[in-house]
């Protein structure tokens, strides 16, 4: 059965890079799309990326200036940086798979397994 | 502002039926499948609903989502305290090349 678990810094300081590392274990990397959400406290889920095994991406609009992701297949992880933070970066942030193909004349596209987040605070 | 709409709360009794309502636009729900996710605070959200109607492993059959032109449906009949919590629909959006979330509908059990 596949894990996630996300890794990383708990308090970034503004204008820094908040870097993530999301490890895979008990299956394959290979063959989906490994995608980030995050929620800021009281809020909503927020989509922010995902990249496939092959490397290509797809990012949020609002945040793909800042933001890049990268799939390392020999380590089954992957990894999320985020420039330039500020406090509206601070959230819990979590890793998923997803799956995607095509149903009918419909394209599907969700996230079957989650990480159990780790929080991040921006502040100095 | 998200380009899903979900109303914020909806409340119910035990045993009673509810409906969740998602709206979109022919660029996300009009065109692709939508899906539904169940967050309880302080845990990880879950996959519920995936290609519009298809329940998730371990999902019980009081849950069904439906489709209909630009709009989805969750509905829970035979509500139980424990299905408390805030429910998420999702797409992916062609315009916008991204997965989008509704902004999630918190259902209370009174």
């Known amino acids: 059965q596949v894990q996630l678990q996300e890794s990383g810094p708990g308090l970034v300081k503004p204008s820094e890079t908040l870097s993530l590392t999301c490890t895979v274990s008990g299956g394959s990397i290979i063959g989906y799309y490994w995608t980030w959400v995050r929620q800021p406290a009281g809020k909503g889920l927020e989509w922010i990326g995902r990249?496939?095994?092959?490397?290509?991406?797809n990012y949020n609009p609002s945040l793909r200036s800042r933001l890049t992701m990268s799939v390392d297949t020999s380590k089954s992880q992957i990894s999320l940086n985020l420039r330039s933070v500020t406090a509206a970066d601070t959230a819990e942030y979590y890793c998923?798979?997803?799956?995607?193909?095509?149903?009918?004349?419909?394209?599907?596209?969700?996230?079957?397994?989650w990480g159990k987040g780790t929080a991040v605070t921006v502040s100095s | 502002q998200s380009v899903l709409t979900q109303p914020p709360s909806v409340s119910g009794t035990p045993g009673q039926r509810v409906t969740l309502s998602c709206s979109g636009g022919?660029?996300?729900?009009?065109?692709?499948?939508v899906n539904w996710y169940q967050h309880v605070p302080g845990t990880a959200p879950e996959l519920l609903i995936y290609?519009?109607?298809h329940r998730s492993s371990g999902v019980p059959d009081r849950f069904s989502g439906s489709r209909s032109g630009a709009s989805a449906s969750l509905a829970i009949s035979g509500l139980q305290s424990e299905d408390e919590a805030t429910y998420y629909c999702?797409?992916?959006?062609?315009?916008?090349?991204?997965?989008?979330f509704g902004p999630g509908t918190m259902v209370n059990v009174l």
């Open positions: 290609t519009v109607s």
């Open positions: 999702a797409v992916w959006d062609d315009g916008l090349n991204a997965y989008v």
């Open positions: 990249v496939f095994s092959d490397g290509s991406t």
């Open positions: 022919s660029s996300n729900i009009g065109r692709n499948a």
């Open positions: 998923a798979r997803a799956s995607h193909g095509d149903y009918g004349p419909f394209y599907y596209h969700f996230l079957e397994v």
